[in-house]
C-alpha cells in the first residue's frame, strides 16, 4: 500500500485552486467552497487520531454515542440549503434519515456481514458515515427541488414526486456508471492494499445497494413529513 506523506498532499491542492480560480473569476463568492476545504481538511486531519482511539474502543455505549452524534449531524447539515432552518425541520430531517438510515444499517451489518459484535467500531462506523452522508445530500436534494415545485404551483402530490425524482438522480446514475466509468471509493481502497477484485466488486454492490436504499427511503419519509407543513404555509399565507 502507497504511503501518502502530508507534504505530497499538497500536490492534490492544484487542482483545487484552479477550481477556486474559476470560481472567482466567474463572479461566484469562493466563501462557501473556502470554508468547505477547510473545514474538510481539518476534520479528516483530527478525525484520523480520533478514529485511532476509537477503534481500540470495546464500549457499546461509546459508539452508539458516536452514531448518534453522526446522525444529527447529517440531519442539520441535510438543512443547509433549505429555508427555513428551525427545530421543527430538523425534526423532520432526523426522523427521515433515522428511518432510512438506521434501518439500513441494521440490515447491512447485521444480514449482510454478519457484524460481531454488532458495534464493531471499525466496520461500523465508516458503513454509517457512508449511509447517513447520502440519506444526509438526498433529502437536501429533495427538500430543496420539492419547496421550489410546492411554491410554483401548491400541488403537493405533484411537488413531491418531482422532488423525489430529482433527488434519486445522482444515486441512480451512480449505479449506472459503477464498474464501467468508476470505481468508488471502498473498491479503489481494497484493490490499493491488496484485496482480491472479486472480494472488492462484493463489497461494493452492498455498497451500492445500502446507498441507494437508505437515500430513497429517507428521501420519500422527508417529503411525507413534509406535507402537514407544506399545507399549513399555504393555508397561512391564502389566510393572511
Known amino acids: 500500500m502507497i ?8 500536490w492534490g491542492l492544484i487542482p483545487v485552486f ?15 467552497a473556502l470554508l468547505a476545504i477547510a473545514r474538510m481538511l481539518l476534520q479528516l486531519l483530527l478525525i484520523g487520531y480520533v478514529l485511532t482511539y476509537i477503534f481500540d474502543s470495546d464500549s457499546p455505549l461509546l459508539i452508539s454515542g458516536i452514531l448518534s452524534v453522526m446522525l444529527v449531524a447529517a ?4 438543512l443547509d440549503s433549505l429555508p427555513g432552518r428551525s427545530l421543527p425541520m430538523m425534526g423532520l430531517s432526523l426522523l427521515s434519515v433515522a428511518g432510512g438510515g438506521v434501518f439500513t444499517l441494521a440490515v447491512v451489518t447485521q444480514g449482510v456481514m ?14 454509517a458515515g457512508m449511509i447517513f452522508s447520502n440519506s444526509m445530500n438526498t433529502i437536501s ?6 419547496f421550489s415545485e410546492f411554491e410554483r404551483d401548491g400541488d403537493y402530490t405533484a411537488a413531491r414526486n418531482t422532488a423525489y425524482q430529482a433527488a434519486m438522480i445522482p444515486v441512480t446514475n451512480a449505479l449506472m456508471a459503477v464498474g464501467l466509468v468508476s470505481l468508488p471509493g471502498m473498491m479503489t481502497g481494497q484493490i490499493l492494499s491488496g484485496v ?24 420519500a419519509l422527508f417529503l411525507m413529513l413534509l406535507r402537514r407543513q407544506a399545507m399549513a404555509g399555504r393555508e397561512s399565507a391564502e389566510s393572511a
Open 75 to 78: 440531519s442539520w447539515i441535510a
Open 141 to 146: 436534494l429533495a427538500g430543496e427541488r420539492f
Open 18 to 32: 484552479i477550481t477556486l480560480w474559476l470560481i472567482q473569476r466567474w463572479s461566484i463568492s469562493p466563501k462557501r
Open 196 to 219: 482480491s477484485p472479486l472480494i472488492a466488486a462484493r463489497y461494493q454492490i452492498m455498497v451500492m445497494l445500502m446507498i441507494f436504499g437508505s437515500s430513497g427511503i429517507s428521501a
Open 3 to 10: 504511503v501518502i506523506e502530508l507534504t505530497d498532499l499538497a
Open 114 to 127: 454478519h457484524l460481531e459484535p454488532w458495534y464493531k467500531p471499525s466496520v461500523i462506523i465508516p458503513i
